[in-house]
């Protein structure tokens, strides 16, 4: 199950193996220290350089922590929930809601990819205007054909 995706969007299990300097994040939240207004979630503040987390790559920083080894979290005060990281033992499973979608290959919507059309329309519309007005100076200055009378 390590890395499965939940039906619930943006949720996923995480397996991490506690390094010599611990998990290696930091958490901010509970209901004694709402983080997020309207919000008595753990979220993940900080991860440590070279710690257990950053060496795994999927624990971000915004990332909200709903579960430790199947204890639910939510309206947990932050002592808690600190306990429970403390006492969760060697291999620990995160069940995680990602602040971001997880990578998909291709756009899930025609903006998705980032590629709009509106800056290819710009540099067209720049290249017709640039066409018209050399064609207006041309005509312009042109010398004029003189028919002999």
Known sequence: MNGSTH???N???IQLKRGPSGLGFNIVGGVDQQYVVNDNGIYVCK???NGAAALDGRLEEGDKILAINGNKLENCNHGV???LFRSAGEDILLQVQKKHPPHRNGPSSPDAGGDSALPALGVLVGVLGAAALMALL????QPTLRRPF
């Open 138 to 141: 041309y005509l312009r200055f």
């Open 11 to 13: 949720v996923v299990d």
């Open 7 to 9: 039906l619930v969007a």
């Open 81 to 83: 929930a600190v306990d």
């Open 47 to 49: 991860i440590k350089e």
